[in-house]
């Protein structure tokens, strides 16, 4: 088979990983945040040298069948405040309260979006309105200099109806057409204020994340891209650039995770497993729940409630360049963070706050010669100094001391989040697996379990790019939702158009009809978590909110070795490493080569396994083993 090739656009990192069928490689790049295209192309290309031998771009591309990416593009736009401003029709009267929001238009973030007041027009019971009151709505809009106009109204009659005006007056093929959506087409939602700012959103971050992701496909198909560019979402399916809605690329990347985790909780069996992904910025906790995701009805971007549905996913602001701090006698993490510019004070890149990636090369935990992969040298006199003027002084500790109890203070955080969650399922600590990913999570994984009272810890083989391992496990899929209606006569004729619209977006990615699987689902929301029922016809579901039709098309997935043969041979080391202890002593510990382990592989910690972009610290009272899958499986000690 051709290659498949996935790409995680991190806030800190950015993450290749690929398959042939019979190799699976990966790769680590820092995310330009100023350029996101610099840091895609050069993650394939250090993935194209472990194909290869050498960096061979153009060779990568033309031999790829599937490119599936997620990038953080939104997710920038939003925290930066860096989306196209928009302007925003609405009912007259609704300019403030804007159908119940108005507290939001108090914030930042809606300022951003909408820089000028929204603009109001009476709308007629029949969804009409005059064409006096409609020219100047739309010249007072347009004044505002916004790059593009939302229009919200209270039904899709009325907005269709001011589509047609837009059109006549501003034709799409002059230099003044003005770039226009109507919310009701964007999503069907009876909640006018989430509908609107759901529009609002999407209209925001549509214009960068256009430019920016016709630009990656622009360059991959100069290189020999002969598969279409595929966006991987936040509901777990991916689809071509032009197929792709602006907002259903937020936390894609975690999704992605998630993915990764449903695939390993079936692997191993595991009733609960809590994915933890220890990021650069953010620590991001999940539940799979007998083999399945949980799906919040209206997520959340930012402190706005949007009309999509997202994973249920919580993100502390714990991360490996978070920044450290002493307030009142007690340590603190994040929410800050130097992200991977300037980074951590041990980078060398002029930054000068403590991090917990300084805490761990201060602890001997992290070796400063073999920082992804060797190549970046991390520095022990900056990261100590940072530790002693940050931490050290103002609690009276070594730069060790410091070191040791800003693990201990991470560990503990991210150990009372995962115990909260549990406790929300009404599960106790040992009813879970605790998956450990992302660029820190093997690291501190289990203190954070023992800190949880979890008695098992699964580290991915692939734990460094877990996000984009999960990614191969999308299939192509398009889904459209619409309020349930009372009468099955009419859910059916629903359903017979979002089905009609379905088909078509499959047969743009070239899926052909009677190639797309199509499902039909009543939709109930229950305390604000997501329950899809199959819907057959005939009654309507009970309680059921929405009718959704889905079509999709199942692509090449990577592979997963089950576990079978749980035998167990000595492991032998491959030197020592010196770390930090509990009680503040340097003290030898085994270092095991992640390249060296074979399946069955087994030993007891304190101990530390090592790779290019792998470190894991197995603490005392733990013992480990390699699964057939090449994961760290690891369990306290009875």
């Not at 029949?126 to 109204?153: C, H, K, Y």
């Not at 549509?206 to 979402?233: N, Q, V, W």
Request: some cysteine; charged content about 20%.
């Amino acid at each position: 088979m051709g290659i498949l090739l996935n790409v995680d656009n991190g806030g800190t990192f950015t993450d290749v990983c690929a398959s042939d069928g019979a190799r699976l490689v990966y790769a680590k790049t820092p995310t330009t945040p100023h350029d996101l295209t610099q840091c895609f192309l050069e993650g394939l290309r250090k993935v194209s040298a472990r194909f290869y031998g050498e960096e061979d771009l153009v060779r990568l591309l033309r031999d790829t069948a599937h490119l599936r990416y997620s990038t953080t593009s939104g997710t920038n736009a939003v925290v930066e405040r860096k989306g196209a401003p928009v302007a925003l029709l609405v009912e007259a009267g609704e300019e403030e309260s804007l159908y119940g929001l108005g507290g939001m238009a108090g914030g930042g973030l809606w300022r951003a979006m909408v820089p000028a007041r929204p603009v109001g027009i009476n709308i007629s019971a029949d969804g009409s309105f005059t064409t006096e009151e409609f020219t100047t709505a739309i010249n007072n809009l347009i004044a505002t200099n916004a790059s593009r106009i939302v229009v919200a109204l209270r039904t899709l009659k009325a907005e269709r109806a001011v589509k047609a005006e837009l059109l006549a007056r501003y034709p799409r093929h002059l230099l003044g057409a003005i770039p226009f959506t109507l919310s009701h087409e964007l999503v069907g939602d009876e909640d006018h204020g989430r509908r609107a700012v759901s529009a609002v959103i999407n209209s925001y971050l549509h214009p960068g994340m256009e430019h920016f992701l016709y630009s990656a496909e622009k360059s991959c198909k100069r290189d020999g891209l002969t598969s279409p560019l595929l966006i991987f979402r936040n509901d777990g399916n991916s689809a071509r650039v032009a197929k792709t809605t602006a907002l259903k690329t937020w936390g894609s990347g975690p999704r992605g995770g998630l993915e990764g985790a449903a695939a390993y909780a079936s692997l191993y069996g595991a009733p609960v497993l809590v994915g933890m992904d220890v990021g650069g910025t953010t620590t991001d906790i999940s539940v799979v729940e007998n083999g399945t995701i949980s799906v919040l009805a209206h997520g959340r971007v930012d402190t706005a409630s949007i009309s999509f549905p997202i994973p249920e996913l919580r993100s502390i602001g714990l991360g490996g360049s978070s920044v450290v701090h002493v307030s009142g006698g007690r340590i603190g993490i994040g929410p800050r963070s130097v992200g991977a510019a300037p980074g951590p004070a041990c980078f060398g890149r002029g930054g000068t706050d403590a991090t917990l990636t300084d805490a761990l090369l201060v602890a001997g935990i992290l070796d400063p010669d073999r920082y992804l992969g060797g190549e970046l040298r991390l520095d022990m006199a900056r990261a100590a100094a940072a530790m002693v003027a940050n931490v050290g002084e103002p609690l009276s500790l070594s730069a060790e001391g410091a070191a040791l109890a800003v693990l201990r203070a991470f560990e503990e955080e991210a150990g009372r989040a995962v115990r909260a969650i549990l406790d929300q399922l009404g599960r106790g600590p040992d009813q879970a697996v605790l998956l450990a990913f992302g660029g820190a999570g093997p690291v501190v994984a289990t203190g954070i379990a023992s800190a949880a009272g979890i008695r098992e810890v699964i580290v991915p083989g692939l734990s460094s790019v877990f996000s984009a391992f999960g990614i191969g496990f999308s299939g192509l899929a398009h889904e459209y939702s619409s309020p349930m209606p009372p009468d099955p006569a009419d859910a059916s004729r629903l359903r017979d158009e979002m089905l009609a619209r379905v088909t078509q977006d499959m047969f743009g990615e070239g899926v052909p009809g009677d190639a797309c699987e199509h499902e039909t689902f009543a939709r109930l929301v229950d305390q604000g978590v997501v329950r899809d029922l199959p819907w057959l016809g005939g009654e309507v579901a009970a309680g059921a909110a929405s009718l959704v039709v889905r079509g999709s098309y199942p692509l090449p997935t990577f592979t997963l070795e089950a576990d079978h043969d749980r035998s167990e041979r000595p492991i032998g080391s491959q030197g020592v490493r010196r770390v930090l202890t509990g009680a503040g002593e340097t003290t030898e510990v085994p270092l095991h080569s992640q390249d060296a382990l074979v399946v069955g592989a087994s030993g007891s910690g304190p101990a530390v396994i090592a790779g290019d972009y792998l470190t894991c610290l197995v603490e005392e009272g733990w013992k480990f083993r390699i699964s057939a899958n090449g994961d760290l499986i690891m369990e306290v000690e009875e």
